[in-house]
């Protein structure tokens, strides 16, 4: 991958200016030797990134930054900086939320570590020792606040874990070797086919697989990286035909990606498969890697990585001919509760628990449907199973509504807060069960949805498309713009963006109970929102298309 090297490095060396202009040179600062970020908020994370980028500047001979003075003072006021708002317990604060925060102290000694590590793999003599000193003595600090600060979310617990290994490994204290086992013996939250639990495939996934990389080389444990395996063998099934990574499963903020608020990248993932695909000699993993890389770059993106091919030379002359990315797939993961179907330019999703049950996608423009029943503000569909069928997938919901009886003994007390409801007798039980079933006919979707029990119940199915597009019907053209709707009563309809289109239809509207719907979620603001309604018993067919137009 000299290539990739050569590149990462002139973007680091252009790039160098941008990242100092935003050092904190004020002597009289308490952030001084810092970074600052676009809010001019000064974080340790961002100032340990920048040590790191930085370092991996001044330490490299193919660098026209090599040795070179200025950036040597600036690495000292960096080390400077995280001595000074290093807290009395050795963590750090991630100052918009957490502080004296062990797992944001774990992800700044991760880089602390490999800026020891540079230091010490490229000594330059005088200079790098005094960066291996200063940098000891934080790391050792570091590490005794991760042994006693706890967590917060499952990734945590390896990212601290891998951290504390990198300070064993450098300090030589066996306590924080025995603190990561303390974490690890816990097992690692990745099920068969390489979900772990926050199902965060655009932010930390990435992560997770990071730190056991790391774990992996700090313990030689090899077992670590089939779970990296297995997450970077999923990732082949989340990536959109637009190259976005699909997030709307995720628990935690990238879920937010599949609104079209945030769109997320594979990025993260490029040294994660290019190591891999060295480690396993798997040509998958070097195509992916490729291609990330190539995207990156397009998109101005080229990622900050020369430390990385330092740490690991024998990458930078790293070459495996790349096998193609699969592009036509259909995967049930059971699980994890999502099916991920993929041809070519277009892909559907169905979601367990998830009122955005169905998404679909055609190159960049994307919508995602929803349905709900007027129904004693219980019945916004989220699938409580899906079920494969001969012919595709079914999605089931079942909700019911009831009515209380007077109290069989009287209360001590009107007060009805102190009443016990609990003892109330239900009566006039109603039940409403809502079924979907999606079948891919040739590249088209047919979404059939049913009802059983209760009648006469106002229904409405939205389908929400990527805004500023274009909205196309038999009597109607609009501009889809994000929090604009409207209600289509028969025929197909066509939305445009740029050059990719999706169709939808035949429509159908028997009120226009739609956006006030009781029990329902607010309208998206950032999608434009197409509805369709009737009432139960309901029996309609809708259909999704990239080339269907009635």
Not at 33 to 45: E, I, M, Q, Y
Not at 389 to 401: A, I, N, R
Request: proline share 4%; glycine share 8%.
């Amino acid at each position: 991958m000299k290539r990739h090297y050569d590149m990462v490095l002139l973007s680091q060396q252009t790039g160098v200016d941008a990242i100092l202009a935003n050092q904190i040179k004020d002597l009289d600062s308490i952030d001084c030797g810092g970074f600052a970020d676009h809010d001019k908020l000064v974080h340790p994370g961002r100032s340990a990134e920048n040590l790191l980028y930085l370092t991996a500047l001044y330490c490299n001979a193919d660098s026209s930054l090599y040795r070179d003075n200025t950036i040597f003072t600036n690495i000292l006021r960096a080390l400077a900086y995280l001595e000074r708002i290093q807290r009395a317990d050795g963590t750090y604060d991630l100052i918009v939320t957490n502080f004296n925060s062990s797992p944001d102290t774990g992800f700044i000694i991760q880089n602390l570590a490999y800026v020891y590590q540079l230091a010490k793999k490229y000594s330059v003599g005088d200079e790098t020792d005094i960066i291996k000193q200063r940098l000891f003595d934080i790391i050792y600090r570091g590490a005794h606040g991760m042994t006693r600060g706890g967590f917060h979310t499952p990734n945590h617990r390896w990212v601290i874990a891998s951290a504390l290994m990198m300070a064993f490994n450098i300090t030589g204290e066996g306590f924080f070797r025995d603190a990561a086992n303390t974490y690890l013996r816990e097992g690692i939250d990745c099920d068969e086919n390489g979900e772990f639990t926050e199902r965060s495939s655009g932010i930390y996934n990435a992560t997770n697989d990071h730190a056991l990389i790391i774990l992996s080389q700090e313990t030689g444990r090899v077992d670590f990286l089939e779970y990296v395996k297995r997450n970077l063998d999923m990732m082949f099934t989340y990536i959109e035909p637009d190259g976005t990574v699909f997030t709307a499963n995720s628990t935690r903020q990238d879920k937010a990606g599949a609104t079209g608020n945030d769109v997320f990248y594979p990025y993260p993932y490029y040294p994660l498969y290019l190591y891999m695909a060295w480690k396993k000699s798997d040509c998958r993993y070097a195509g992916m890697a490729n291609s990330i890389f190539n995207q990156a770059c397009s998109n101005g993106q080229i990622p900050s990585l020369v430390y990385f091919f330092m740490l690991h030379p024998e990458l930078k002359d790293f070459h495996l001919a790349s096998a193609p990315i699969p592009d036509v797939y259909n995967k049930f993961f059971k699980q994890s509760g999502i099916v991920r179907v993929r041809n070519g330019k277009t892909s559907y999703t169905l979601l367990k628990n998830n009122s955005r049950f169905l998404f679909y996608q055609n190159g960049s423009l994307r919508c995602y449907m929803k349905l709900c029943a007027s129904f004693f503000a219980s019945a916004q569909f989220k699938a409580e199973d899906i079920i494969k069928t001969e012919t595709g997938y079914k999605l089931s919901f079942s909700t019911q509504g009831s009515y209380r009886l007077p109290l069989d003994k009287p209360p001590t007390s009107p007060d009805w807060s102190n009443m016990d409801h609990a003892s109330r007798k239900k009566v006039n039980i109603m039940e409403l069960r809502l079924t979907v079933e999606v079948v891919d006919t040739a590249g088209t979707l047919h979404v059939h949805i049913t009802s059983e029990g209760c009648d006469r119940v106002p229904v409405k199915v939205e389908v929400c498309f990527t805004a500023d597009s274009t909205a196309e019907g038999d009597s109607f053209f609009i501009n889809g713009a994000a929090g604009g709707s409207i209600i289509v009563k028969s025929g197909y309809t066509v939305v445009k963006k740029g050059t990719d289109k999706i169709c939808v239809g035949p429509g159908f509207a028997e009120h226009v109970y739609a956006p006030q719907m009781r029990g329902s979620e607010p309208q998206s603001t950032s999608e434009f929102t197409i509805y369709f309604s009737d009432f139960t018993p309901l029996n309609r067919e809708l259909l999704l298309s990239s080339h269907f137009f009635g």
